[in-house]
């Protein structure tokens, strides 16, 4: 079973742009979770999505947004972006739940520069 | 509100020496407990997960972990270390929801250094 893909890997972008990252679950996962990670502040909690509705919203500005496909295809979105976004952004799948009994699994990121 | 600290930013162990990752988590309700490793440029992988079974969990590659409420602790071992478990290993904690899905909070990671 292919794992969770993430595409770009690598992708840079200036301030003030918008930038879109995409995220592919395992087949058959319905729960799709998105976390920033930088060396500050950590791997924080985005948001998730769950048969194409979001379940539950991290503590991020709106510049962030989401949204998931039919397919169980994710999509985020970072508009306006600032200095601060630059991190490496994971994205994990599960059958039903981020956190709870389900094994998250976890894609190898896109790693975000922000000039 | 749930909450985790790993103690030690950084762990240094000789290659075959235990390796002892600390966890403490803190939460008003029994919790799930997680721990993941990280190698570079790479995602996360789950080791092994506590979900209130057997409060000593094993995992894969050797490493085991103990849930214990009394002091609320869920540090990570592995009787001998290998070269190939140098990596960043993360902490988290989610716990079931009331109204919503479950969030897991996570620590902020313990980088695993083996020495030959």
């Known amino acids: 079973k292919a794992g969770v893909t993430q595409t770009p890997r690598y992708l840079i972008k200036t301030r003030g742009q918008q930038v879109t990252l995409s995220c592919s679950p395992i087949s058959g996962h319905r729960s799709v979770s998105w976390y920033q990670q930088t060396p500050g502040q950590g791997l924080q909690f985005l948001f998730e999505y769950f048969s194409e509705t979001q379940r539950n919203k991290g503590n991020f500005p709106g510049r962030f947004s989401g949204r998931q496909f039919s397919n169980s295809r994710s999509e985020m979105n970072v508009s306006t972006l600032e200095l601060g976004d630059s991190a490496l952004y994971l994205c994990a799948s599960s059958l039903e739940s981020s956190g709870g009994t389900d094994t998250q699994y976890f894609g190898p990121g896109t790693r975000l520069t922000v000039l | 509100a749930q909450s985790v600290t790993q103690l030690g930013s950084h762990v240094s162990v000789s290659e075959g020496a235990l390796v002892l990752l600390r966890c403490n988590y803190s939460s008003s309700v029994p919790p799930y407990l997680f721990w993941y490793v990280q190698y570079p440029n790479q995602g996360l992988q789950l080791l092994l997960k506590y979900t209130s079974a057997a409060t000593l969990v094993k995992g894969i590659n050797g490493f085991e972990a103990e849930f214990k409420k009394s002091e609320t602790s869920f540090h990570l071992t592995k009787p001998s270390a290998h070269m190939s478990d140098a990596a960043e290993y993360f902490c988290?904690?989610?716990?079931?929801?009331?109204?919503?899905?479950?969030?897991?909070?996570f620590g902020r990671g313990t980088s695993l250094i083996v020495h030959p």
């Open positions: 988290a904690v989610s716990v079931p929801p009331s109204g919503g899905s479950y969030i897991p909070t």
